[in-house]
């Protein structure tokens, strides 16, 4: 079946840079664009930007561009979002979404939860 | 950018009630691409309803989404314990994909 395992939690300080990974089995890698959505504490769903597997391409949320990079390796089915100049409200549980059925946002990785602080 | 707004923000039932959601959308949404997700405490979003009305794999007939353009409804009839959480829209039909705020599902 699908799987979409994500890195473990990160403790980063402002202005560091962060490197989530998500490591995906059961399908074919470049048949399905991935998402990066991400949740700050007690609130709502942010999307990010999404990545296309098969040929690297991205697209960015404009409050995300210049500091946002999305990145996939094929060789072990595995998509990367480095998000940087941290600030205390970068502070989230970040999550990849595989894009399934009907362009649905089918499957959800774990969450990783990033916390910046000083 | 489509903003979403859910109504209500809170709503308490008993299981056995009947709980309908509502979604509104700034504009039109393209190709009635709306969905639905469930979210529990310390849980992934969960995909319910994708194209504003066809279930996802393994979710119940007793939930059902309905509406077009800017109107969307989420129905869950006959409660059970397991609904009881979050809900939230999400239009992934035009970039920036934008979710609504939320609406909780409480026991009352």
């Known amino acids: 079946q699908v799987q979409l395992v994500q890195s473990g939690a990160e403790v980063k300080k402002p202005g560091a840079s962060v490197n989530v990974s998500c490591k995906t089995s059961g399908y074919i890698f470049t048949n399905n664009y991935m998402h990066w959505v991400r949740q700050a504490p007690g609130q709502g769903l942010e999307w990010m930007g999404i990545i296309n597997p098969s040929g690297g391409g991205t697209s960015y949320e404009q409050k995300f561009q210049g500091r946002v990079t999305m990145t996939r390796d094929m060789s072990t089915s595995t998509i990367y979002m480095e998000l940087s100049s941290l600030r205390s409200d970068d502070t989230a549980v970040y999550y990849c979404v595989r894009v399934g059925v009907s362009s649905s946002w089918y499957n959800w990785g774990q969450g990783t939860l990033v916390t910046v602080s000083s | 950018e489509i903003v979403l707004t859910q109504s209500p923000g809170t709503l308490s039932l008993s299981p056995g009630e009947r709980a309908t959601l509502s979604c509104r959308a700034s504009?039109?949404?393209?190709?009635?691409?709306l969905a639905w997700f469930q979210q529990k405490p310390g849980q992934a979003p969960r995909l319910l309803i994708y194209?504003?009305?066809s279930r996802a794999t393994g979710i119940p007939d007793r939930v059902s989404g309905s509406g077009s353009g800017t109107d969307f409804t989420l129905t869950i009839s006959r409660l059970e314990t397991e609904d009881f959480a979050v809900y939230y829209c999400q239009q992934y039909g035009s970039s920036p994909y934008t979710f609504g705020q939320g609406t909780k599902l409480e026991i009352k």
């Open positions: 504009q039109s949404v393209s190709s009635n691409y």
């Open positions: 194209g504003a009305s």
